[in-house]
């Protein structure tokens, strides 16, 4: 019986993949869902409402409601009275307003307490006229009271900064019947808003049934990334390397470590005197702690190395270059044996010792890219005296979100909501407003900035971190806002609701809607204009430009570096958080992006092939009208050459002020029909979202490279055209095909004496009638032109 051939196997697999690759490049734009659209909103807030000035509040937080809070500062108390037998008193304090109830730490056995906590009631879900502050005595049974003191809500006086923060008073404690009792306690009680200094310090209302210890993560907090720097090693060469084995000569290379990041030159083969001349690139980051190691090492065999010598090098010790001025000189470094290198004694008993030439220094005139191109919400370099003075000032308020996806459902809670900006290297974060569908944060935050064509990212999360969740839990994310500057316009405030949309490996998924408001104020008109003319990035990115194979495994590499770094934090702004804000998988291959990069450029094709339509209808007269007035145009054009250019530039004038009538009323934000994020097949999804490696199956990872396959195909085909007209372009006079090259110079020369002896405006006059020739003298065939370029070899 004889054996079935594999290849009918492999065409089974091939008809299996081809289903989704039938319409890998399926051009499809439906219409846009209403629900992904943005919704403009007229939230009563100062700067729409034309009060500025008025209330000293309204011009720092002029973006945002004003939300009003019942502020106590607990401070401490003294000469408290013993309430046990056993003569000793583990007070805390309770404040109580309505339903809600605060409570300090207890501190064991002291009668003079210092708690200096803050506790802050939302004035609108006040429901009762009286605080309690109450004293109590931590017990194993029932808490003994010890005192309290009762505040008429309506006489708690009202601060309004700048005014200086309340002074704190001593109260006598009382009893429960009202009658004074020994013991006094020290607070401040006042109403303020969130403009207020204590307002990110105080323990809100809505979180007083949180531990001490989580507390701290629902708080509202202001991060900077790390200033990045990149590092340039240069590995020139080395001499008289010691072998382990004498009887060989080594096969050197070089590896250098700093942190994590490891990069190793080339292999010389069989010397002790090896010439590398290699330049590797790190990313370094302040306070410079790290050491960077160089070490020689001998290439044995496949996975084998042995070390020859090694040295290290502190950070901190190497030298800056700015902009384009000469590095500093390559120095000499000993070479150590690897249990002599961290030996400072050995290193000066040594008489003899390898060593190796480098040239290392700071690069401090490039911007070190920590987040996409296309995102970037910083361009400046690394060096603070290379900085340009900022242009203008952003300020975004975040104020509200509703109909937010229930993230915690099997712990019987809703969702603890906190948003993140990132702009520049400072990085905020809002307090967590917990167990609600529709949080409101009310909360402005300024930036200053140096470039209009930059991005300022807003993330929406989940905290998983409230109720003492293991470390490793993640904080989940809701969505996503990007906003471009250059297209918002001066001075407007802007306020919409966006769309938190999601692509899950279920698709795409709209997890609510975030309100902002958001405003781009000019404070130097003239240097913003300008900017428009400058490079995006600093000098150093075009004189000495990066090599694109190491542009990418740097960016990784800073973008590890801030997020290792903020996660040190306390609190911390957590790993997944930086990661998604920061889009750290972007370069992944996904066939969803390359569908929708594809769509980009057909719609960028199709307005050309909208002007070829319009003069193709021109040339066959399907409107005399205009093709008489394009006559006319021309014969002036023709006539009177000095007008081309200007009507040119008036025509493209005319166009600009005519599509002013259309500009966009909203800042951009994610588009899902143009990403292809609402219409994606699952399975190209499951792809996106697997892991690098892969870690599905081999039967689907095969119907993927057949996918791909068919994909590559495609694009194949179409960069393989390109190659074909452009070949054939340099064929014309490269006398691939001697026959095709001898006409056509022939032709140039005929040509060359008719226009020297012929006026050019009759040259023209004839070239142009006879292009918008009426179609009763035109042909279906292609000209003559186009069919002698097509038999060009290629």
Same mark, same amino acid.
């Given at each position: 019986?004889?054996?079935?051939?594999?290849?009918?196997?492999?065409?089974?697999?091939?008809?299996?993949?081809?289903?989704?690759?039938?319409?890998?490049?399926?051009?499809?734009?439906?219409?846009?869902?209403?629900?992904?659209?943005?919704?403009?909103?007229?939230?009563?807030?100062?700067?729409?409402?034309?009060?500025?000035?008025?209330?000293?509040?309204?011009? %720092?937080?002029?973006?945002?409601?004003?939300?009003?809070?019942?502020?106590?500062?607990?401070?401490?108390?003294?000469?408290?009275?013993?309430?046990?037998?056993?003569?000793?008193?583990?007070?805390?304090?309770?404040?109580?307003?309505?339903?809600?109830?605060?409570?300090?730490?207890?501190?064991?056995?002291?009668?003079?307490?210092?708690?200096?906590?803050?506790?802050?009631?939302?004035?609108?879900?006040?429901?009762?006229?009286?605080?309690?502050?109450?004293?109590?005595?931590?017990?194993?049974?029932?808490?003994?009271?010890?005192?309290?003191?009762?505040?008429?809500?309506?006489?708690?006086?009202?601060?309004?900064?700048?005014?200086?923060?309340?002074?704190?008073?001593?109260?006598?404690?009382?009893?429960?019947?009202?009658?004074?009792?020994?013991?006094?306690?020290?607070?401040?009680?006042?109403?303020?808003?969130?403009?207020?200094?204590?307002?990110?310090?105080?323990?809100?209302?809505?979180?007083?049934?949180?531990?001490?210890?989580?507390?701290?993560?629902?708080?509202?907090?202001?991060?900077?990334?790390?200033?990045?720097?990149?590092?340039?090693?240069?590995?020139?060469?080395?001499?008289?390397?010691?072998? *382990?084995?004498?009887?060989?000569?080594?096969?050197?290379?070089?590896?250098?470590?700093?942190?994590?990041?490891?990069?190793?030159?080339?292999?010389?083969?069989?010397?002790?005197?090896?010439?590398?001349?290699?330049?590797?690139?790190?990313?370094?980051?302040?306070?410079?702690?790290?050491?960077?190691?160089?070490?020689?090492?001998?290439?044995?065999?496949?996975?084998?190395?042995?070390?020859?010598?090694?040295?290290?090098?502190?950070?901190?010790?190497?030298?800056?270059?700015?902009?384009?001025?000469?590095?500093?000189?390559?120095?000499?470094?000993?070479?150590?044996?690897?249990?002599?290198?961290?030996?400072?004694?050995?290193?000066?008993?040594?008489?003899?010792?390898?060593?190796?030439?480098?040239?290392?220094?700071?690069?401090?005139?490039?911007?070190?890219?920590?987040?996409?191109?296309?995102?970037?919400?910083?361009?400046?370099?690394?060096?603070?005296?290379?900085?340009?003075?900022?242009?203008?000032?952003?300020?975004?308020?975040?104020?509200?979100?509703?109909?937010?996806?229930?993230?915690?459902?099997?712990?019987?809670?809703?969702?603890?909501?906190?948003?993140?900006?990132?702009?520049?290297?400072?990085?905020?974060?809002?307090?967590?407003?917990?167990?609600?569908?529709?949080?409101?944060?009310?909360?402005?935050?300024?930036?200053?900035?140096?470039?209009?064509?930059?991005?300022?990212?807003?993330?929406?999360?989940?905290?998983?971190?409230?109720?003492?969740?293991?470390?490793?839990?993640?904080?989940?994310?809701?969505?996503?806002?990007?906003?471009?500057?250059?297209?918002?316009?001066?001075?407007?405030?802007?306020?919409?609701?966006?769309?938190?949309?999601?692509?899950?490996?279920?698709?795409?998924?709209?997890?609510?809607?975030?309100?902002?408001?958001?405003?781009? %104020?000019?404070?130097?008109?003239?240097?913003?204009?300008?900017?428009?003319?400058?490079?995006?990035?600093?000098?150093?990115?075009?004189?000495?430009?990066?090599?694109?194979?190491?542009?990418?495994?740097?960016?990784?590499?800073?973008?590890?570096?801030?997020?290792?770094?903020?996660?040190?934090?306390?609190?911390?702004?957590?790993?997944?958080?930086?990661?998604?804000?920061?889009?750290?998988?972007?370069?992944?291959?996904?066939?969803?992006?390359?569908?929708?990069?594809?769509?980009?450029?057909?719609?960028?094709?199709?307005?050309?092939?909208?002007?070829?339509?319009?003069?193709?209808?021109?040339?066959?007269?399907?409107?005399?009208?205009?093709?008489?007035?394009?006559?006319?145009?021309?014969?002036?054009?023709?006539?009177?050459?000095?007008?081309?250019?200007?009507?040119?530039?008036?025509?493209?004038?005319?166009?600009?002020?005519?599509?002013?009538?259309?500009?966009?009323?909203?800042?951009? *934000?994610?588009?899902?029909?143009?990403?292809?994020?609402?219409?994606?097949?699952?399975?190209?999804?499951?792809?996106?979202?697997?892991?690098?490696?892969?870690?599905?199956?081999?039967?689907?990872?095969?119907?993927?490279?057949?996918?791909?396959?068919?994909?590559?195909?495609?694009?194949?085909?179409?960069?393989?055209?390109?190659?074909?007209?452009?070949?054939?372009?340099?064929?014309?006079?490269?006398?691939?095909?001697?026959?095709?090259?001898?006409?056509?110079?022939?032709?140039?020369?005929?040509?060359?004496?008719?226009?020297?002896? %012929?006026?050019?405006?009759?040259?023209?006059?004839?070239?142009?009638?006879?292009?918008?020739?009426?179609?009763?003298?035109?042909?279906?065939?292609?000209?003559?032109?186009?069919?002698?370029?097509?038999?060009?070899?290629?």
């Amino acid at each position: 019986m004889k054996e079935k051939p594999p290849a009918v196997e492999i065409r089974a697999d091939f008809a299996k993949a081809a289903a989704p690759a039938a319409s890998v490049m399926h051009m499809q734009m439906p219409g846009q869902n209403p629900d992904y659209l943005l919704v403009e909103t007229r939230p009563p807030v100062a700067a729409r409402l034309r009060y500025r000035g008025g209330d000293k509040t309204l011009t %720092t937080y002029d973006l945002v409601e004003q939300m009003h809070y019942l502020y106590v500062n607990v401070v401490k108390a003294k000469d408290l009275p013993v309430m046990d037998m056993s003569g000793s008193l583990d007070p805390y304090v309770e404040v109580k307003l309505g339903n809600y109830k605060g409570r300090t730490k207890h501190l064991e056995k002291n009668q003079n307490p210092v708690w200096h906590q803050i506790f802050a009631f939302s004035k609108e879900r006040v429901q009762s006229n009286l605080l309690e502050v109450v004293v109590k005595d931590k017990d194993f049974g029932k808490d003994d009271f010890v005192g309290k003191i009762v505040f008429d809500v309506m006489e708690i006086p009202l601060r309004v900064p700048p005014d200086s923060p309340l002074a704190p008073q001593w109260y006598r404690l009382a009893d429960k019947k009202g009658d004074k009792v020994k013991g006094e306690i020290m607070l401040a009680v006042w109403m303020g808003t969130q403009a207020d200094e204590s307002f990110p310090e105080a323990w809100h209302s809505d979180a007083h049934n949180i531990s001490h210890s989580n507390l701290a993560n629902t708080r509202s907090k202001v991060y900077f990334s790390p200033k990045l720097y990149y590092l340039r090693v240069h590995v020139m060469e080395a001499q008289d390397l010691v072998p *382990h084995d004498k009887g060989r000569l080594p096969d050197p290379y070089v590896k250098v470590v700093l942190g994590n990041q490891i990069r190793p030159t080339k292999v010389i083969q069989r010397t002790i005197h090896p010439v590398w001349d290699d330049q590797l690139m790190f990313v370094a980051s302040e306070p410079f702690e790290d050491y960077i190691i160089i070490s020689v090492e001998d290439r044995i065999g496949p996975g084998k190395d042995e070390i020859l010598g090694r040295a290290m090098i502190p950070v901190r010790e190497v030298p800056q270059r700015l902009e384009t001025g000469k590095p500093p000189d390559p120095r000499w470094f000993n070479l150590l044996k690897p249990s002599k290198a961290e030996e400072e004694g050995e290193k000066k008993k040594e008489k003899f010792s390898s060593k190796i030439l480098l040239r290392i220094f700071l690069e401090a005139g490039y911007h070190v890219l920590d987040e996409s191109t296309h995102f970037s919400s910083d361009l400046q370099p690394s060096s603070k005296f290379l900085r340009k003075q900022s242009i203008g000032i952003l300020e975004l308020g975040i104020l509200s979100a509703k109909n937010l996806q229930p993230m915690k459902m099997k712990d019987g809670k809703l969702t603890d909501a906190y948003c993140v900006a990132k702009y520049g290297n400072k990085w905020v974060r809002t307090r967590t407003l917990l167990d609600t569908l529709s949080p409101r944060w009310n909360e402005q935050y300024t930036w200053e900035v140096h470039d209009p064509c930059t991005v300022i990212t807003i993330g929406v999360f989940d905290n998983s971190h409230t109720n003492g969740s293991k470390d490793d839990a993640r904080d989940q994310r809701i969505g996503k806002v990007r906003v471009r500057l250059s297209t918002l316009e001066i001075d407007r405030v802007y306020t919409h609701y966006y769309p938190l949309l999601v692509l899950t490996p279920g698709g795409l998924k709209k997890n609510g809607e975030l309100q902002l408001a958001l405003r781009f %104020t000019c404070t130097a008109w003239v240097n913003m204009v300008a900017q428009y003319g400058r490079p995006l990035l600093p000098k150093m990115h075009y004189v000495q430009p990066i090599p694109v194979m190491n542009i990418d495994w740097l960016r990784h590499q800073a973008m590890q570096i801030v997020a290792a770094r903020l996660q040190r934090a306390e609190p911390p702004l957590r790993r997944e958080v930086v990661e998604y804000m920061l889009d750290v998988d972007y370069h992944m291959w996904s066939l969803r992006r390359s569908k929708a990069n594809f769509n980009r450029i057909m719609s960028l094709l199709s307005g050309v092939t909208a002007i070829c339509k319009w003069f193709n209808d021109i040339c066959y007269w399907r409107n005399p009208i205009t093709t008489c007035l394009v006559h006319i145009l021309f014969l002036i054009l023709v006539c009177y050459p000095e007008l081309i250019l200007p009507t040119i530039f008036l025509y493209l004038f005319v166009i600009g002020i005519w599509n002013y009538r259309f500009r966009p009323r909203h800042p951009p *934000h994610m588009d899902a029909r143009l990403s292809q994020a609402d219409r994606t097949h699952p399975d190209e999804l499951d792809e996106e979202f697997d892991t690098f490696p892969t870690s599905r199956p081999s039967d689907i990872v095969r119907m993927r490279y057949d996918r791909l396959r068919s994909v590559a195909g495609r694009v194949q085909t179409v960069v393989g055209d390109l190659a074909s007209q452009g070949e054939r372009a340099q064929a014309i006079l490269s006398w691939r095909d001697p026959r095709a090259t001898a006409i056509f110079i022939i032709f140039s020369l005929i040509w060359a004496v008719f226009i020297y002896v %012929t006026p050019f405006q009759v040259v023209a006059v004839l070239f142009g009638l006879y292009w918008l020739r009426h179609p009763r003298f035109r042909s279906k065939l292609p000209s003559v032109p186009v069919n002698f370029f097509k038999r060009l070899p290629s």
